[in-house]
């Protein structure tokens, strides 16, 4: 079947099975299927910015988790494969002044927390009118808080904004054997391990020291990727629950580009104790691997830094999974909601550092389509069949029928598990991976679930059958400590 990007996301991007064979062949299927994040970006619907933010989280995790994994299975590109719109293509580049303003607090909202409503101007993801956010009943954040989280986030996404069309990376078409590729990165983030490796890792912090030809920045780490050893018995992440200080020292291009309020300035105007988010840029040659039979990235040539932008963002307040900068005794408490992908009459929420609990996710192996013997036979006709998405909280378990109350607008719908797939989670077992951590929490009535499902429009969407379904999870958040809670 014919995926949208969200599902073929969710296939791909499991925190549970990060280091199993099975998760790099569906990673690998899901960026030579739907390409790299600029894709994305281009390709997603402007209409919820919930779904958006939702997706950015998934493809950013997706590509940290893609560039870490051996280069015999996942090179950082697959040249050609990707539907970039290459930098020759822009004459522009978009600056926005963020601008955020809480219109509507709301005490009680149907699952009895404080809402706000928040007009903003930001980037591509956080821009929009009458966008809601709930804040959690045991935060004792304050609305001057909440500000500045929704301020410097906006800030944070319109910033991206702006470095994505003025650093537009190379899509490798129409290129060669031989050719120098491009490539520009801006996302905080370490794939691999705490050290970095030279292309990925820390881009925005403090300046302590600069010149002509080096900048060294650093700020406050609270969960740094750490999945090098690939052993699914060690955690992959490092935590830091009152964060750790980090540094980094790059080189810069000859012609580094220095912006501060959509205007070029001098390196000289740099000094020491700015907040700088840097664009570091690569090149490296395309070379043909026999392995995998086609032309990827080979020899670098070239890494340094090609713009630094000076900013005002206080990155303790930033909540992007993705960066991972955002305090999340902070960020944890705030959680976006929008309308439900396919069912837009009921809410979803996108939870800051969430995770999933999968109690039942089809991964089209031969062994659960045994388990799962109603599995639709109009499943590949994607002209029919649909993709829709539902969350609930669980108010009864019925061996493997389960009933749910929908968020937003109240309502109640079903789903039936093909196999008691809940007994099965619940199951006692040693806590040794990621896994196991959530099936610790097990499921019970009240949990808040994701359910995803494919139907014909005409079906009854509030009655998912064991033939449509696609995920049945848990929805988790990490917290501070590593540790995961449900929501």
Same mark, same amino acid.
């Not at 997706?55 to 560039?67: A, I, P, Q, S, T």
């Not at 963002?313 to 976006?336: E, F, M, R, S």
């Not at 499943?379 to 968020?407: M, P, W």
């Not at 929490?441 to 139907?455: A, F």
């Given at each position: 079947?014919?995926? *949208? ?48 933010? *939702? ?31 290459? !930098? ?30 928040? $007009? ?37 996404? #319109?910033? %991206?904004? /702006?470095? @994505? ?8 078409? $129409? ?15 370490? !794939? ?8 990925? @890792? ?25 999945? #090098?050893?690939?052993? =699914? ?5 490092? +935590? ?47 070379? +043909? ?53 396919? $069912? ?8 800051? $550092? ?32 649909? +993709?829709?998405? &539902? ?12 009933? &749910? ?15 008691? %797939? ?7 077992? =040693? ?37 449509? &379904?696609?995920? /049945? ?15």
């Amino acid at each position: 079947m014919k995926h *949208t990007i969200d599902q073929q996301l969710i296939a791909a991007n499991s925190d549970s099975n990060h280091a199993n064979e099975k998760f790099v062949a569906r990673t690998m299927q899901a960026v030579a299927k739907v390409g790299t994040a600029e894709t994305f970006n281009n390709l997603v619907p402007k209409d919820s910015v919930i779904k958006k933010e *939702t997706l950015r989280m998934k493809v950013h995790n997706l590509r940290l988790r893609f560039n870490s994994l051996p280069r015999a299975v996942a090179i950082a590109i697959i040249i050609g494969s990707t539907g970039t719109v290459g !930098a020759a293509a822009y004459a522009t580049y978009r600056w926005i002044v963020p601008k955020v303003t809480i219109t509507n607090v709301q005490q009680n909202n149907d699952d009895n927390k404080k809402q706000y409503t928040v $007009n903003s101007q930001c980037g591509d993801f956080r821009s929009g009118k009458a966008l809601q956010y709930e804040i959690s009943k045991s935060s004792s954040l304050t609305d001057q808080e909440a500000y500045k989280v929704f301020q410097n986030t906006c800030a944070y996404d #319109a910033l %991206a904004t /702006f470095m @994505g069309t003025r650093w537009p990376s190379d899509d490798g078409a $129409n290129k060669k054997v031989g050719d120098v590729i491009t490539q520009y990165n801006y996302l905080n983030t370490f !794939a691999g391990s705490t050290a970095a490796n030279p292309i990925f @890792g820390l881009t925005i912090g403090k300046v302590t020291a600069i010149s002509p030809t080096t900048v060294t920045f650093s700020t406050l780490l609270y969960s740094v990727d750490n999945s #090098a050893h690939a052993d =699914p018995s060690k955690p992959y992440r490092d +935590y830091y629950p009152n964060g750790k200080e980090f540094s980094r020292t790059l080189m810069l291009a000859p012609n580094v580009e220095v912006w501060a309020n959509g205007q070029q300035i001098k390196l000289a105007d740099v000094k020491p104790g700015d907040t700088i988010q840097v664009v570091t840029r690569t090149q490296n040659k395309i070379q +043909y691997y026999e392995d995998i039979k086609q032309n990827a990235l080979g020899e670098q040539i070239t890494f340094d830094v090609a713009g630094i932008i000076k900013t005002d963002i206080d990155t303790k307040y930033v909540a992007d999974d993705a960066a991972q900068i955002g305090d999340p005794k902070i960020v944890n408490a705030l959680a976006g909601i929008g309308p439900c992908d396919g $069912n837009p009459q009921y809410s979803c929420v996108s939870v800051s $550092n969430q995770a999933f609990g999968i109690v039942y996710g089809h991964d089209d192996s031969p062994a659960q389509d045994k388990l799962n013997k109603y599995l639709r036979k109009d499943i590949t006709d994607d002209k029919k069949v649909k +993709y829709f998405r &539902l969350h609930g909280r669980v108010t009864a378990i019925n061996g493997t029928h389960v009933t &749910l109350e929908t968020r937003g607008k109240k309502a109640s719908f079903t789903v039936d598990l093909p196999y008691d %797939a809940i007994a099965e989670y619940n199951q006692p077992k =040693p806590v040794v991976t990621d896994l196991d951590r959530s099936r610790a929490l097990g499921v019970t009535t009240g949990d808040l679930i994701e359910v995803v499902y494919g139907q014909t429009t005409e079906e009854n969407h509030l009655a998912i059958k064991p033939g449509d &379904l696609e995920l /049945f999870a848990v929805i988790e958040q990490t917290q501070p400590d590593g540790s995961l809670a449900k929501y």
